[in-house]
């Protein structure tokens, strides 16, 4: 290895392509999977077939969720009732769109 930050060059966010550099750590990934899905949807000619399977992350460890998501739940005291709350919410306003 050349450089001295090898752990630094590792990209564990993949887009279509490649590994998704610069992408890591920017945005909520959840966030970042509905805009690409979103964003294929749009520019899609639907003339074309299309396949398209948006698989959600959320629903699992580790529970992770913008703090705005979570503060819609405060009134739940028990903190893995409140995040899995807002991760559900998070995930029923994306299929919305």
């Not at 509905?34 to 992350?57: I, R, Y």
């Not at 995040?83 to 995930?91: D, I």
């Amino acid at each position: 290895f050349d450089s001295p930050d090898v752990c630094g060059n590792l990209v564990d966010l993949w887009n279509t392509t490649g590994p998704a550099r610069g992408r890591n750590g920017t945005a909520y990934v959840e966030e970042m999977f509905t805009e690409n899905t979103l964003g294929v949807l749009e520019h899609h000619d639907p003339s074309e077939p299309l396949f398209l399977f948006h698989s959600f992350h959320l629903m699992h460890i580790p529970l992770q969720i913008p703090e705005e998501w979570e503060r819609k739940f405060a009134f739940l005291t028990n903190p893995y009732r409140r995040k899995y709350a807002a991760m559900t919410s998070y995930m029923d306003d994306a299929v919305g769109q």
